[in-house]
């Protein structure tokens, strides 16, 4: 299962995610893929962004989140994983 967590403070937003969807084999995980361009395309797009990948998680410090284009794509990000949790809840989640 894919975990993911935002932690919103003044002025600054992380995320975190972490897991597997394990929907399908690798390679044609549909849940993955979706999960997998959001969030490259947030971290991508935003400005402003500090990124690790340790260990299977990633986490995404956005600082100035309350810009327009950081707010306009992180509120993107959180509708589209609610969006995916509707339709696939066995294998993502808020955590």
């Known amino acids: 299962m894919i975990r993911v967590k935002m932690i919103k403070k003044p ?3 992380t995320i975190i995610a972490s897991g597997h969807a394990q929907y399908s084999v690798k390679g044609s995980d549909i849940v993955c893929a979706a999960f997998s361009a959001l969030i490259t395309h ?3 797009n935003c400005i402003n962004v500090t990124t ?3 260990n299977g ?4 410090m956005i600082s100035d989140s309350e810009r327009i284009e950081n707010k306009t794509l992180l509120s993107a990000f959180e509708n589209t994983v609610n969006e995916l ?3 696939y809840s066995q294998y993502i989640t808020w955590c």
Do not use: L, R
Request: aromatic share 0%; net charge neutral.
């Open 11 to 13: 002025n600054q937003t």
């Open 42 to 44: 947030t971290v991508n």
């Open 52 to 54: 690790t990948d340790k």
């Open 57 to 60: 998680t990633i986490t995404a």
């Open 85 to 87: 949790i509707s339709q």
